[in-house]
């Protein structure tokens, strides 16, 4: 089965940086894409970014101009590299693979910004 393990979370100050990164293991046969979604308890999980196997990305509004998603197809892993953060960036960040027939989730790593 496939594992998708985060690491990178933590707490940073408004304005700080954080890098998170996504490592895929296990048997995967093919993928359309890897990304980033968020989540607050109380509010819809929302895309942050996503990057196909083309190399084409896709990004929320209020995440484009800040954060860049990149990967590194050779290793099965994407990152995500948040730069001016914000209060409003508190969440749990999930790592999405896309695969042909399902789709796998990671654990989540919890993103605290302090004003």
């Known amino acids: 089965q496939v594992q998708l393990v985060e690491s990178g979370g933590g707490l940073v100050q408004a304005g700080g940086s954080l890098r998170l990164s996504c490592a895929a293991s296990g048997t995967i046969y093919s993928i359309n894409s890897m990304g980033w979604y968020r989540q607050t308890p109380g509010k819809q999980r929302e895309m942050v970014a996503v990057i196909s196997t083309s190399g084409f990305t896709n990004y929320a509004d209020s995440m484009k101009g800040r954060f860049t998603i990149s990967r590194d197809s050779a290793k099965n892993t994407v990152y995500l590299q948040m730069n001016s953060l914000k209060p409003e960036d508190t969440a749990v960040y999930y790592c999405?693979?896309?695969?042909?027939?399902?789709?796998?989730w990671g654990q989540g790593t919890q993103v605290t910004v302090s004003s």
């Open positions: 999405n693979l896309r695969g042909y027939a399902f789709d796998y």
